[in-house]
Structure formats: structure tokens, C-alpha cells
């Protein structure tokens, strides 16, 4: 049985597969358009996902779209009535789209796919809480999906027993933990669905000297953990933007105006908000608990990449076990629309668990093979050398440890905002120039923003207070207190951006400034050549640990194809790039042209 999952129409489309309950492919859309959180319908990446596995459109049982669009336009609708006449100018902006596309989902599929069979549709919910528990390790598990949100709801707890997944609670719109963190995102100068890491990774640079304000003027929390947000300071359901007047008077000012400088506010405003988010998901998850009585728990929506939010509930220990899904944002919804549909309309049963996941390590996206990326090479006239692969893993870590850094292309493309090990750039977490150098000279972002670790999974409780493993990048822990450097007289007060120049453990590059880290463990299963990378790196430094960060540059979409690898390679000041069996040091490459035809028409033959 074969069943294709679609989301699309809001950011980050994306299509999935599954074939008899496994994942068989899935990828956004942006990583073929090179659009970044590209909206459109995922044509590439569905035809993607069907030569994956060798079948056609017709031979798909069903195609399901992860939201009734029907409901979510009943819920504009009334939204726009509930403030008029103040929604007017959003309301004409909004209305032809939703006209002439968004309602016509069902002949937008038929026709984008030349598919004439079953089209089904899940809750946008319960599209998140699947895709969190079916491939989760548990057979049972409570869930927890928070977000902007969907048709009505912006947070729900469920159950999932078996095959079901039963909705206990939820919070509906205007009230929603994911759009109150986006309107400090929109406030702080950031883009909103796009720009909410960067508020977390600036959080640990301010103060929480805003928290009071937030509790008692924004939001009315309860002890469950269920909330209301203050509509009054709030510009999002009929405006054209996050936050109106009042929001400003509270906060002191206008709104930071994206790019120019961050100032101490906009620091403690992350900070702020980042606590008072982290309560209500504390909050939250203790009341699952209390409801479910499970002690394992699932999560998805935008919200669960809130790594530090995650971290917190790990660390209080209100679950035994945490699974989060690693595209846990709307490009998730494919997936679990999907599964959805295979479990509980067509009424399929559930193996048994293993005590390992179903998600594949997310690595569901295309591979390329050396015979695809030599021809690609030879077309576009770049130098390089091909290698066994101990002789590359052994020169690769070299080049590391002498302190270059590395464009690493290998397998198939991760499912989710975060690279794992398959499309990453990669450096020595020993250096201590390693994450201005990044940033600036190879991602061109902001200068605060963290790297992550990736580091053995036999290895990483010597330099993490981290309980399990964290494969999908999606827990923060401390930095073990054995490997922290204190800072001296001189630097112990820096407050602000100026802490970012201290050396704050052995492995600096990878030390935030609140000495944590967002933790990716590597397994010899789920990933065996970037597993035996750090090994061989481990053997010449005696570090299991390296720097990760995506393969790209701010503003685009994680490389996918040869030809993305080789341009962002040449557009930034990486020193190597490892495709497939081949190395390519910049030194040796041709003077670089840009080229706008440059992307090789994509092809899997």
C-alpha cells in the first residue's frame, strides 16, 4: 500500500511516502525550487518520493493533504468578522488567494499529480500528532503539538494507543503559544517562521527583565499549562502584522528594524520570552502526564524545534522517554498525514515496537551515487581527487583537525530544518575562531548565532549532562562542568554580545554562552560514514566531538543536488568539499562565474 502525504499552501511544502506503514522518501519543496520555505504545491518533491520508489501516481491507494482547508477558511472567515471593519485591508489581500487556490485543494492535487484515486484529508493536529507518534519507538505515548496554527487549534494533548490517537485537550485560535513566540520574533527584528531560531539562540545573551510583564499584561496562564493571550496587544488576526501599538508602548519603542543593530532590549526580550515559553511547556507537559498517564511522550509543531523548551522538560524528568519528530514544523504534516491515513482510515495495524524508531536517522531525501557526481564534475570542469573511503575519512579529518572547513555531501538529504550529517558543514568544536569564522566568512549571518555538536553516541555523556540521545539535533544540555573553562576577573562581567568572545569550555565553537549546547549524537547505524568520520577524527585529536551547521548560506535552502553543493561551496570561503568519494580543495578550482543555468535538470537514473 502506498500512500503520499502533501502540505503546502502556508511555508515549507513538502510531500512523503510511505509504502505498507514504513517512510519510504520525503523532502520540502524548497530543496528542489531553492526557494526558501517555499509555499507552493510540491511537485518536485512528490515526483521525488514516487521514482524513490520506482511507482507511478497510479499506483498510489491515496493521496492525503494534512489540513481541511474548508475548516481553516471558515476560521479566517470568522475572524475577519469578529474585528471588522479593522481586518479590511488583510481581508482583500487574503481573499483572492484563498478563491482561486486554497479551496480547490482536491483539484489542485488531482491535476498537480495526474491523479485520479482517492484524495483524503486529516486535521492539521493530527497530521503533527501523527507524524510525532507512529514513528516514535512507543507503543503507546501521550503527544504534545504546539504551534501558530492550523484550523482552529494552536495546541493540542493527545493519546496514542496502538493504531489510535485520541485529542484530549486543546487550545484554539487567537490563543497560541507559536504566534505569541513569532510576534517577539517580528518584534526583535527577525522574520516570523523563519527567523524563531535566532530568538533562541540570543536568549542566552539577555536578561529575563520582561518576564513579569509578559505573564501579567500578555498572557493568563494556568497551572495546567492551557493559556489566553491579551488580543488587545496583538495585531495577527486582522492586521498585516504581528503586533500593534500597544505591544510597542509596553516594550518601550517600535519594533527593531531587520538588520540593523541588536540592542540590549531586543536581547532581553528573547530572553523573556524564551523563559515564559519554556513555563508554559513545562506546564503543559506535566499536565499530559497527569492525563495520560504515560511515561513516554511524543511532540511536534513548529514549537517542538524549540530545542531549549524540549531540553527543559528532558531534564525535569517528567517523562522517561522523549521522542520528538525531526520536521516537526508544517513540512512534517506530509508525513504524518500520511501515516495518518494508512493507520486510521484504512485501518492497518501497528508493529511492534523494537525500542528504535521508524524515522530512518530523517535521512529520506535523494542520494546521489560517484557515477552522478563524477558526471557532474566532468561537466562543470572542477578539479578533484577521488579516494578509497578510509583514505577520504582519514584526509578529511585531517583537514579538519588543521583547522579548514569542510562542505560534507554524503547519502541521502535529512527530512527537517536541521542537517545530521548528510548535507552539513563541518569544522574542529576545538577552535576557538571556528564560529566567528562560520558565521561570517561561510554562512553570512549574525554573529551570535550557535553552532551544534555532533558527537559519538558512545561518547557523549564525557562531554554532556545529556540522559539519552539526541539523534535529530533537538535537545539542548549543559556542557559538562569538567570540560567549562571560568572566565577570569577581567571577562566574568560581559554582558551583551561581548560574551561571545570568551572561551567557555574545550570545545568553544560549540559553547554557547550559557554553556549548553543544542546535541547531536551520532550512531554507527543510522549514519555509518559520518559515524566513522568522527571516529577517525577522535583517533588524531582525541575529541569524538565536531562542529555541524548546514549546508548553506542565510536566506537559502540546505544544499540538495551536486550542482547546489558545488555553488555554495564556490560562493563562500569553505576551504574543501567532500562529495560522494570525491574531494575538492578551493585552491584548485577555476575562477567562479555565476552561472543561472547552473542546476543540473534532476534525475535519479
Not at 485591508?89 to 487574503?94: I, N, R, T
Not at 494533548?157 to 490517537?165: D, F, K, L, Q, Y
Not at 551570535?448 to 540522559?467: G, T
Not at 548553506?552 to 568519494?581: H, K, Q, W
Amino acid at each position: 500500500m502506498y500512500i503520499l502525504g502533501i502540505s503546502a499552501f502556508y511555508h515549507d511544502s513538502a510531500a512523503a511516502l510511505i509504502k505498507d506503514g514504513e517512510v519510504s522518501a520525503a523532502a520540502q519543496e524548497e530543496r528542489f525550487s531553492r526557494k526558501k520555505h517555499d509555499h507552493e504545491f510540491p511537485g518536485k518533491a512528490s515526483e521525488y518520493c514516487l521514482k524513490q520508489a520506482g511507482i507511478k501516481a497510479k499506483d498510489l491507494d491515496a493521496v492525503v493533504f494534512y489540513e481541511k482547508p474548508f475548516v481553516k477558511f471558515e476560521r479566517i472567515l470568522e475572524t475577519y468578522l469578529a474585528v471588522a471593519p479593522r481586518g479590511l485591508l488583510s481581508f482583500l489581500k487574503s481573499m483572492p488567494l484563498w478563491l482561486k487556490k486554497k479551496l480547490w485543494i482536491k483539484e489542485i492535487l488531482s491535476s498537480g499529480l495526474s491523479f485520479d484515486g482517492k484524495i483524503l484529508f486529516t486535521e492539521h493536529h493530527e497530521s503533527h500528532a501523527a507524524s510525532a507518534y507512529y514513528p516514535s519507538p512507543f507503543e503507546h505515548a501521550a503527544i504534545l503539538t504546539i504551534d501558530g496554527v492550523g484550523e482552529w487549534a494552536t495546541n493540542t494533548i493527545a493519546m496514542g494507543n496502538g493504531e489510535r490517537i485520541d485529542i484530549i485537550k486543546e487550545i484554539e485560535f487567537p490563543h497560541s503559544l507559536g504566534l505569541l513566540y513569532s510576534a517577539f520574533t517580528y518584534f526583535t527584528g527577525f522574520k516570523v517562521n523563519s527567523g524563531e531560531y535566532k530568538l533562541m539562540g540570543l536568549a542566552p545573551y539577555g536578561e529575563p527583565v520582561y518576564r513579569k510583564k509578559i505573564l501579567d499584561e500578555l498572557v493568563d496562564l494556568k497551572q495546567d499549562g492551557s493559556y489566553r493571550l491579551n488580543q488587545d496587544y496583538f495585531d495577527y488576526c486582522g492586521g498585516l502584522k504581528m503586533t500593534g501599538g500597544k505591544f510597542e508602548k509596553l516594550f518601550g519603542g517600535h519594533p527593531r528594524k531587520p538588520e540593523s543593530p541588536i540592542t540590549a532590549r531586543e536581547m532581553n526580550l528573547a530572553k523573556s520570552i524564551q523563559d515564559v515559553t519554556e513555563e508554559i511547556m513545562l506546564r503543559q507537559a506535566r499536565f499530559a502526564r497527569r492525563v495520560t498517564g504515560s511515561a513516554n511522550l511524543c511532540m511536534a509543531g513548529g514549537v517542538a524545534l524549540n530545542c531549549v523548551g524540549n531540553g527543559r522538560i528532558l531534564k525535569e524528568g517528567i517523562f522517561d522517554n522523549i521522542w520528538i519528530q525531526p520536521a516537526a514544523g508544517d513540512a512534517g504534516g506530509s508525513l504524518g498525514a500520511a501515516l495518518a491515513a494508512y493507520y486510521m482510515h484504512f485501518k492497518n495495524s501497528r508493529p511492534h515496537s523494537t525500542g528504535s524508531d521508524r524515522q530512518k536517522g530523517s535521512y529520506l531525501g535523494p542520494a546521489f551515487a560517484d557515477e552522478q557526481i563524477q558526471g557532474f564534475l566532468e561537466r562543470s570542469g572542477a578539479p578533484a581527487r577521488r579516494m578509497t573511503k578510509q583514505d577520504l575519512l582519514h584526509e578529511t579529518a585531517r583537514l579538519i583537525k588543521e583547522g579548514n572547513v569542510i562542505g560534507w555531501f554524503q547519502g541521502r538529504m535529512e527530512f527537517g530544518p536541521r542537517a545530521l550529517g548528510a548535507r552539513s558543514i563541518i569544522g574542529d568544536a576545538r577552535s576557538e575562531e571556528m564560529q566567528s569564522k562560520m558565521n561570517l566568512k561561510i554562512k553570512f549571518r549574525e554573529s551570535f548565532r550557535p553552532f551544534a555538536p555532533s558527537v559519538l553516541a558512545e561518547s557523549y555523556r564525557e562531554y554532556f549532562d545529556l540522559d539519552e540521545e539526541s539523534p535529530y539535533m533537538l535537545l539542548v544540555a549543559p556542557v559538562k562542568k569538567e570540560i567549562r573553562i571560568d572566565p577570569d576577573e577581567t571577562t566574568k562581567n560581559a554582558s551583551g554580545l561581548d560574551k561571545l568572545n570568551l572561551k567557555r569550555s574545550i570545545i568553544p565553537a560549540v559553547t554557547h554562552v550559557d554553556y549548553t549546547a543544542r546535541i547531536q549524537t551520532v550512531n554507527k547505524r543510522d549514519n555509518p560514514i559520518y559515524h566513522d568520520l568522527i571516529e577517525e577524527f577522535k583517533k588524531l585529536t582525541g575529541c569524538p566531538v565536531i562542529v555541524n551547521t548546514s549546508f548553506n548560506v542565510r536566506g537559502e535552502p540546505i544544499v540538495c543536488s551536486p550542482s547546489d553543493a558545488y555553488t555554495c561551496f564556490m560562493r563562500t570561503e569553505m576551504d574543501y568539499l567532500i562529495m560522494g568519494s570525491f574531494i575538492l580543495s578551493k585552491a584548485d578550482q577555476p575562477d567562479w562565474k555565476e552561472k543561472e543555468d547552473w542546476r543540473e535538470i534532476f534525475e535519479l537514473d
